[in-house]
């Protein structure tokens, strides 16, 4: 299996920009998870989606964020306006079930300038 | 609020030696404990998976235990070596469908 794939693997944008990070989890895991890690706050979690539907995303820190799961194989992050603040790695993981074991893909470098 | 310790933040052990890492929660209504590695500029490794139910689990030479009632967990790793170098994470939901929780991480340097 490939794991988790993400793209792009760093991505570099001005402030104000669209940024769209995409994630195909694992085959035939059900649940997926965004993350955003700093060196400040660590590993959050954003928001979360059991079979394609979006079950928490009480960590989404505002209406810039937006995160999709359209089907089973793909999920796009998208953050518009993109602001400095914003620079981070994100982080795609999936399962099979909420809670059981995690993969994670190697995450998006994003710097907004 | 569930929060999660993780001490120490960083460890640096000569190479050879036995050491333990440390995570500690506040609530002890937990549904399964994990431990990750994570790797510089990588994404996270699961290591180890407790459910609620067990008190340990062994793979190779990590060995992590929970202990509910006192609230910790603790990664065992036996006979470290420089490729062990990596920062460790512990995290869990408190039940099977909530969001899971990380620690900080513990940063570890073997030294050859």
């Known amino acids: 299996d490939a794991g988790v794939i993400q793209s792009p693997r760093h991505e570099v944008t001005e402030m104000g920009q669209e940024v769209t990070l995409r994630c195909k989890p694992i085959?035939?895991?059900?649940?997926l998870f965004w993350y955003r890690q700093t060196m400040m706050r660590g590993l959050e979690l954003l928001i979360y989606?059991?079979?394609?539907?979006?079950?928490?995303d009480s960590g989404m820190p505002e209406d810039r964020f937006s995160a999709k799961m359209p089907n089973a194989s793909f999920s796009t992050l998208k953050i518009q306006p993109s602001e400095p603040r914003d620079s981070a790695v994100y982080f795609c993981a999936s399962n099979f079930g909420g809670s059981d074991t995690q993969y994670f893909g190697p995450g998006t470098r994003l710097t907004v300038l | 609020k569930q929060e999660v310790t993780q001490i120490p933040a960083a460890l640096s052990v000569p190479e050879g030696e036995n050491l333990v890492l440390n995570c500690s929660f506040t609530d002890s209504a937990i549904y399964n404990l994990q431990w990750f590695r994570q790797d510089p500029g990588k994404g996270l490794t699961s290591l180890l998976l407790i459910q609620s139910s067990q008190r340990e689990q062994t793979s190779g030479r990590l060995n992590a235990s929970l202990d509910k009632s006192s609230g910790r967990s603790t990664l065992y790793i036996a006979a470290s070596q420089p490729g062990d170098s990596a920062t460790y994470l512990c995290?869990?939901?408190?039940?099977?469908?909530?969001?899971?929780?990380f620690g900080s991480g513990t940063r570890l340097s073997i030294r050859p």
């Open positions: 995290a869990f939901p408190r039940s099977s469908a909530s969001k899971i929780i």
């Open positions: 989606f059991n079979n394609n539907v979006p079950i928490d």
């Open positions: 085959s035939g895991h059900n649940s």
